[in-house]
Each structure stands twice: as C-alpha cells, then as structure tokens.
C-alpha cells in the first residue's frame, strides 16, 4: 500500500484528478480526489525509494563511481538540481510511454542515467577501474568508462526484458 502511496503511477499523472489505490493486491484506478498535489509530489518521493537492496546498490555504486566527477564539474547545488531534473525527465518519459498504466514507478534510474548521460559527454575518453569476475578469476582492469556505460545500459535492457508481461518500468 506504500508503494501505490509514494511511487509515482503512470495514470495518475496523466489523468490529474484521478487516484489509484491498492485493493486486494490489486491496484484499482479511477477514484476522483480533490486535491492532486500528492500525485505531482511523488515525482520526487519515488526517486527515494526502490524495489530492493540490489536496487538501491546498483544506483549508489554508479553515483559513487561518475556521481563525483559530475558535481566536481559544476556547483554541487546545480548538481542537485540536475539530478532531480533527470529524475523527473525519466519519469515523464515513462508516464509518456504508457499513461494508462497501473504499475507503480520507483527509483533512482532515470537519475542515474542523466548522471551517466553527462559523464559520457565530459569525459568520452576517460577510463575507469574496474573489478571483473570471470568464472573463478577476479581482477580489475582499467577499461574505457564508455564501455562500462554501454554495459549499465545493456544491463537495463537485460532487466527490462527479464520483467514479467506488466510486471516493471
């Protein structure tokens, strides 16, 4: 029922005035409410929520790796801003590409590939360290952040495509 509460869902935002709530493990859309700026203030409560632990690592480790060198570049007030921006794009852009869907929106990622976003443009030939598990064998190898990029979102696609039919954003 948080979930539904915080997260941002698709029809809400793009049938102001319209509510979904939790009914049975279901969500049931379509309630009239009065006053709609809950709907437009999870927008930002969804970026500070996700659906697990590996979830919410994943976002942190790459913050942590590109997040530093964004916010070196620029004030870290407007590095703030621009991560909430991206956020809220991505967010817009989901609702855009499904606005009657049900399914709750929650995350960081759309933060986080505007983040990746900016560092493929500053730093194209930058590289980075990298911890590598083949099989057995670890090591790290310095490889082109451009690759590690291309994998995040490569991973991106692997997990979109692992989501069930209606099942995640």
């Given at each position: 029922a948080q979930?539904?509460?915080?997260a941002?869902?698709p029809?809400?935002v793009?049938?102001?005035?319209?509510?979904?709530?939790?009914?049975?493990?279901?969500?049931?859309?379509?309630?009239d409410?009065?006053?709609d700026v809950?709907t437009?203030?999870?927008?930002?409560?969804?970026?500070?929520?996700?659906?697990g632990?590996?979830?919410?690592?994943?976002?942190?480790?790459?913050?942590w790796?590109?997040?530093?060198?964004?916010?070196?570049?620029?004030?870290?007030?407007?590095?703030?801003?621009?991560?909430?921006?991206?956020?809220?794009?991505?967010?817009?852009?989901?609702?855009?590409?499904?606005?009657?869907?049900?399914?709750?929106?929650?995350?960081?990622?759309?933060a986080?590939?505007?983040?990746?976003?900016a560092?493929?443009?500053?730093?194209?030939?930058?590289?980075?360290?990298?911890?590598?598990?083949?099989?057995f064998?670890?090591?790290?190898?310095?490889?082109?952040?451009?690759?590690?990029?291309?994998?995040?979102?490569?991973f991106?696609?692997?997990?979109?495509?692992?989501?069930?039919?209606?099942?995640?954003?």
């Amino acid at each position: 029922a948080q979930t539904v509460k915080y997260a941002v869902i698709p029809y809400e935002v793009a049938h102001p005035g319209q509510h979904c709530e939790a009914d049975n493990g279901e969500i049931v859309c379509g309630k009239d409410v009065k006053d709609d700026v809950a709907t437009w203030a999870t927008l930002f409560f969804a970026m500070f929520m996700h659906g697990g632990l590996l979830h919410i690592g994943g976002n942190m480790l790459f913050l942590w790796i590109f997040g530093n060198n964004i916010e070196d570049s620029m004030h870290p007030a407007l590095f703030v801003v621009f991560y909430l921006a991206g956020g809220v794009v991505a967010t817009l852009s989901q609702v855009a590409m499904d606005p009657n869907s049900a399914i709750p929106n929650l995350g960081a990622s759309g933060a986080i590939a505007a983040v990746l976003g900016a560092y493929a443009l500053l730093y194209p030939r930058a590289r980075v360290v990298t911890l590598v598990f083949i099989v057995f064998f670890v090591t790290l190898l310095r490889l082109p952040a451009l690759v590690v990029l291309g994998l995040w979102f490569l991973f991106q696609l692997i997990d979109l495509g692992a989501q069930p039919s209606g099942g995640g954003g």
